[in-house]
Nanobody, 123 residues
Framework: QVELVESGGRLVQAGDSLRLSCAASGVAFSDWVVAWFRQAPGKERELVTA????????FYTDSAKGRFTISRDNAKNTAYLQLNSLIPEDTAVYYC????????????????WGQGTQVTVSP
């Protein structure tokens, strides 16, 4: 049984940093592309960033470029999302997800999902 467990989300102030983690089990983690999505209240779930199987290629949306960094440690079956210079607009539930295809961008192209971790950024 595949399980993804996110952690690290909490209430922070604007300008703060956070590191989110996504621990995977029940899957050959290094065979999968890992992505982070987020979903704010009343909005659709959106892709934030993705990382290829062996960390050599990453993708960032415009909202994430320069502030967020994705990484993974295949030996620990864990992916990370470093969030810097947080702003209130970053408030959302952050999800990690797995897919076979690094070109995947839509939620329905991802095969496995975690339950999410809440990030709240106060002004």
């Amino acid at each position: 049984q595949v399980e993804l467990v996110e952690s690290g989300g909490r209430l922070v102030q604007a300008g703060d940093s956070l590191r989110l983690s996504c621990a995977a089990s029940g899957v050959a983690f290094s065979d999968w592309v890992v992505a982070w999505f987020r979903q704010a209240p009343g909005k659709e779930r959106e892709l934030v960033t993705a990382i290829s199987y062996r960390t050599d290629t990453t993708f960032y949306t415009d909202s994430a470029k320069g502030r967020f960094t994705i990484s993974r440690d295949n030996a620990k079956n864990t992916a990370y999302l470093q969030l810097n210079s947080l702003i209130p607009e970053d408030t959302a539930v952050y999800y990690c997800a797995l897919t076979w295809d690094f070109r995947a961008r839509a939620p329905n192209e991802f095969h496995y999902w975690g339950q999410g971790t809440q990030v709240t950024v106060s002004p």
